[in-house]
């Protein structure tokens, strides 16, 4: 398997992440490298073997619904790259043609 | 390293538990304390570049809340006055948190990590943030946005990774006590390298709350120190359970301290990792693990060999599950909520800020994980990648449990060579993935494991590692081998092996 770099500009799309041509190139290669070696682990793990998410085994977990005090507004306004009449601004989310 | 003014030259060198004392019995202040070892970092550190935010002004605050609170003749915990350095990784108030990111220069976090809060609680003086490579995704600290690390033994090497910060200030005597994060050896790696002590607890041992998550199945908050008694003593004010951690263990946290001051390994069982040496480890590092387990089998402990064949299968395993669990972990930095925000000139849409700021705000190594693992989540691949993944996770889990039938611990090198030079393996990024061959078994399948110092590798003069791994709860059982091992050699070198590095002068 070869992993071009229209595949990773592809994978880059999905992740968000708006690479360059330059590092489009230096990326493929790289990452070919990296999935051919981790794909031995194809090599052991059988059908019958259950997957493993997670160390220890989880159990919903649940506390009392009592009112706890939350961060406030300004506090969290305040990180924020762009804020307009208390609330978040961010860019247009529709098209164009929407 | 020259310790060049001498006041301070006798303070830095003390352990924690006996400036801890000298605090308490008010032969030291902790203001004093505190300045000095500001006066270390101030020294040292544009040299070594541990800290990428030294926090003085509430550093002294803090310190003279303490000898107030000694001279009023309240009760302080055992750690009270003692100086730390943070991971900048966890979330501390009023101190920007950036791990290792331009995403996130200058964030101030709205809230304190359960482990910040608990250094806080406990009197702990935090002095500052220190580097690691972006979002703890290294073995070299190289990949902090804000420029890599040098490991106090030779500067023209790399700390470790990713917590290599936290290791080199700990081992230029910039601070006695630091916390790490370990997801795949990130307090193991660079605590071997680095020639001190570092523990990852059991996972669930100490809370995530407030930790950035790399991979949250992975991650776990740990001590670094200089001795295996002050790691003890730090690992017992962070770890227990937390309600704000959903995956936190509601159980009492082992007597690590007591197994600390024990170091009995009479009647023990060491289990030595067969599939963890040989082909592409150091000489130096064979030679002073193989002379480390002789040393433990001398004062008392049985050595059994034992094999975990699907050891070498948890390298490509990581690799597929971390990178997984981070694509999706990151996706939050959206540039909308905190954070950098690139190209909004009022036409760009959301989406497409967003993949513009992600492009400049994210490292080479970030974005090369963030594509393999939604390469590996992506459906087509899902079960050939992360579904097998997830098998070989449950087949190194089933090693361990088989060996730990038969042993209470397990030992293998830390890690297969020593520190290496900075830039030697930036461009090839599965040569430094190696770096963790040792340490990520114990990530995936959550049990406690450490590193203690095992001497120089006498072709190089760096510092070796032992890894130590227990059972899941049984992280006092690391303390007793790891305190066990350091009397013995210390005994033998005549004090501790960073003695060596302070008398030198390593540091120009």
Same mark, same amino acid.
């Given at each position: ?98 | ?28 202040? @902790? ?29 002294? *605050? ?50 304190? @990590? ?56 700990? *081992? ?18 660079? @605590? ?294 350091? @009397? ?21």
């Amino acid at each position: 398997m070869a992993l071009t770099a229209e595949d990773v500009a592809n994978l880059a799309r999905l992740a968000r992440i708006e690479l360059t041509e330059a590092e489009l190139e230096v990326l493929a290669p790289q990452l070919d490298v990296i999935l051919e070696s981790v794909a031995r682990v194809s090599e052991v793990a059988a059908q019958d073997i259950p997957p493993t998410s997670h160390a220890l085994p989880l159990t919903n977990v649940f506390r009392e619904d009592e009112l706890r005090p939350s961060l406030s507004r300004d506090v969290v306004l305040a990180a924020a790259p762009a804020a307009e009449l208390m609330r978040f601004r961010v860019p247009r989310i529709l098209g164009e043609e929407a | 390293m020259t310790l060049r003014q001498p006041a301070n030259a006798e303070i830095i060198r003390h352990t924690a538990v006996d400036l801890a004392a000298k605090i308490k019995s008010r032969e030291l202040s @902790a203001v004093e304390v505190t300045q000095a070892h500001l006066d270390r970092i101030a020294e040292v550190d544009e040299e070594i570049h541990a800290f990428l935010y030294v926090d003085a002004e509430r550093a002294r *605050a803090s310190a003279a809340r303490v000898d107030a609170k000694v001279a009023a003749g309240n009760e302080v915990g055992p750690l009270a006055g003692v100086p730390l350095a943070l991971k900048d990784i966890l979330t501390y108030t009023g101190a920007p948190t950036t791990c290792g990111s331009k995403i996130l220069e200058g964030w101030l976090p709205p809230y304190d @990590a359960t482990v910040t809060r608990r250094l806080l609680d406990h009197d702990l003086v935090i002095l500052g943030k220190t580097n690691l490579d972006e979002f703890a995704m290294g073995s070299s600290t190289e990949n902090s946005a804000y420029g890599p690390t040098r490991n106090p033994w030779d500067t023209d090497r790399i700390p470790g990774g990713s917590g290599g910060g936290s290791a080199a200030a700990v *081992a230029a005597y910039q601070a006695p006590l630091a916390i790490g994060t370990d997801t795949g050896g990130s307090i193991r790696q660079p @605590a071997a390298v680095t020639g001190t002590v570092g523990v990852k607890p059991t996972y669930g041992g100490s809370s995530r709350y407030g930790l950035v998550a790399l991979a949250s199945s992975l991650d776990q908050p740990g001590p670094c120190a200089r001795t295996v008694l002050d790691a003890a003593l730090l690992h017992e004010v962070i770890a227990g359970h937390d309600p704000c951690d959903s995956t936190s263990i509601d159980r009492p946290v082992p007597d690590v301290v007591a197994a600390a001051r024990s170091a009995d390994i009479t009647g023990m069982k060491i289990g030595v990792v067969s599939e963890l040496g040989g082909e592409g480890y150091a000489t130096g590092v064979e030679q002073r693990f193989h002379e480390a387990v002789e040393l433990l089998a001398s004062l008392g402990a049985e050595i059994i060999e034992v094999s975990c064949p699907h050891f070498v299968y948890a390298l490509p395993a990581y690799y597929l599950i971390l990178p997984a669990e981070c694509s999706s972990n990151l996706a939050k930095f959206d540039a909308m909520r905190y954070g950098l925000r690139v190209g909004d000139d009022g036409i760009a849409s959301a989406e497409q800020v967003m993949a513009m700021t992600r492009e400049a705000g994210f490292g080479a190594e970030v974005k090369r994980r963030i594509i393999i693992g939604t390469y590996a989540l992506s459906s087509g691949y899902y079960e050939a990648y992360y579904g097998q993944a997830q098998k070989v996770r449950t087949l190194i889990s089933r090693d361990f449990d088989k060996a730990f039938s038969q042993v209470d611990v397990l030992v293998s090198p830390s890690t297969p060579i020593t520190a290496f030079k900075i830039g030697e393996k930036v461009n090839d990024p599965l040569a430094m993935y190696m770096n963790d061959l040792c340490t990520i078994p114990s990530n995936l399948a959550g049990n406690a494991s450490a590193s203690f110092p095992a001497g120089l590798a006498p072709e190089d003069g760096l510092p070796v590692g032992l890894q130590v791994m227990a059972p899941p709860l049984a992280d006092d059982r690391l303390y007793r081998v790891g305190a066990a091992l350091e @009397a013995t050699l210390e005994s033998d070198w005549g004090g501790p092996l960073l003695d060596q590095l302070a008398d030198r002068g390593a540091v120009r």
